[in-house]
Structures are given as structure tokens and as C-alpha cells.
């Protein structure tokens, strides 16, 4: 059974810190990671996906990376600013077995970006 | 292109009582999937449906049922609402053919009194 988790669970920084966000799996048979945004009491809105055959996607200031063997991917976030606030949650979706045809999800990192 | 949309936005059922859901997918997809999501946690997977079946679920009970019409819209109802069934509720649709990535709604605020 794929099981996920999220390091760490809130984390605080002033604005402008580059910041990294955890994730770590433990069914490495996995066929894509996405790392999703969501605002409080609010739908998730993709960032990133990653195919397993990827080992990093960027889009604007934010980089994600997979490494599937390890079983694990990092969100980083540059220059982090108030606007970049929220849950993010990373979830993947897995290529076969039970967990095939869903994403499974991590409970989130709680994100506050201070001016 | 409107995106996955749901409806109603917001709902206050009594225990014991019926509810359904409505989504409606992204233009061009075909598979839905319905997530439940309780306060502070991550979404879990309730069921998926594909071809207008039910092709993959979660550990859910039967009070969760669902169905997909065929313009690819679906419905989720929950049966005898428990107070534990107080939730956001979110849709996803995907095509098959692609890279499985999954785009979500805005979900549904169900509130069980």
C-alpha cells in the first residue's frame, strides 16, 4: 500500500528565503508526482507534474525533482514571497497493483511567508 | 475552456439525511475521480469512474456510491450522512490517454449537523 509523507508539516520564513519542501514515498512503482497548491478551504491547483522517467520539472520560481529509486521529491520555492502562502501537498499516482489508478496523498506543508 | 467545475459550492445536511454531488469534467477528459478530504488532511481517494463503470475504489463504504453519465459528467451520493461525513469533497478529471495528470474543482463544502 503506497504511503506518503510531507516534511515538514508547517514551516514560517520571512519573505524573499529560498525554501525547500519534502515529500517521500514508499512504492517507488509510480507513474507521475504531482505537487499541488491549496488555499484554505479552496480546491488544489497543479504546479508541477513529474513523470517517472523525469528527474526535475521548473516552472517560474518553483523546481521540483523525483527521485524514484530513494523514493522521495523536493519542491523548492525561490525567493519566496507573501503571495506563495498555502498547503502544498504532493501526491502520486501509481503505475500498477492496488493504489493503480488514483493518487495518494501526503497531509501537506503548511506554508507562511511573513513580509 | 471552463475547467473542472462542481456544484453546489456549499451544503448543510442533518444526519441520517441523502446528498449528491454534481461535476462536471475539464472539456476533453474522460475519467473522473471523487476525493474526500477532512479538515487538516490530505484528500483520499473515494472511487473513480471511467466508460460510465466504476473502475478503481477506495476504502469507502457503500454509502458512497457514484455514477458517470455519458457527456462525462458524474454524481457522488452518500447515504445516511454521519456526522464524520463532514468534509470538502473534490472532484478530478483526467484523459486516459495522457499523462494521467489529474486537474481538480473547486470541490464542495458538505456540513453534517
Known amino acids: 500500500k503506497q504511503e506518503v509523507t510531507q516534511i515538514p508539516a508547517a514551516l514560517s520564513v520571512p519573505e524573499g528565503e529560498n525554501l525547500v519542501l519534502n515529500c517521500s514515498f514508499t512504492?517507488?512503482?509510480?507513474?507521475?508526482l504531482q505537487w499541488f497548491r491549496q488555499d484554505p478551504g479552496k480546491g488544489l491547483t497543479s504546479l508541477l507534474l513529474?513523470?517517472?522517467?523525469?528527474r526535475e520539472q521548473t516552472s517560474g520560481r518553483l523546481n521540483a525533482s523525483l527521485d524514484k529509486s530513494s523514493g522521495r521529491s523536493t519542491l523548492y520555492i525561490a525567493a519566496s514571497q507573501p503571495g506563495d502562502s498555502a498547503t502544498y501537498l504532493c501526491?502520486?499516482?501509481?503505475?500498477?497493483?492496488?493504489?493503480?489508478?488514483?493518487?495518494?496523498f501526503g497531509q501537506g506543508t503548511i506554508l507562511t511567508v511573513h513580509p | 475552456d471552463a475547467g473542472v467545475t462542481q456544484s453546489p459550492t456549499h451544503l448543510i445536511k442533518t444526519r441520517g439525511q441523502q446528498v449528491t454531488l454534481r461535476c462536471s469534467p475539464k472539456?476533453?477528459?474522460?475519467?473522473v475521480s471523487w476525493y474526500q478530504q477532512a479538515l487538516g488532511q490530505g484528500p483520499q481517494f473515494i472511487f473513480q469512474?471511467?466508460?460510465?463503470?466504476?473502475?478503481q475504489r477506495g476504502n469507502f463504504p457503500d454509502r458512497f456510491s457514484g455514477h458517470q453519465f455519458p457527456n462525462y459528467s458524474s454524481e457522488l451520493n452518500v447515504n445516511a450522512l454521519w456526522l464524520g461525513d463532514s468534509a470538502l469533497y473534490l472532484c478530478?478529471?483526467?484523459?486516459?490517454?495522457?499523462?494521467?495528470?489529474?486537474?481538480f474543482g473547486p470541490g464542495t463544502r458538505l456540513t453534517v449537523t
Open positions: 478530478a478529471s483526467s484523459f486516459s490517454g495522457s499523462s494521467y495528470e489529474q486537474y
Open positions: 512504492d517507488s512503482a509510480i507513474y507521475n
Open positions: 513529474i513523470q517517472s522517467s523525469q
Open positions: 501526491a502520486v499516482f501509481n503505475a500498477g497493483g492496488t493504489s493503480y489508478g488514483k493518487l495518494t
Open positions: 472539456s476533453g477528459h474522460d475519467t
Open positions: 469512474y471511467y466508460e460510465e463503470e466504476e473502475r
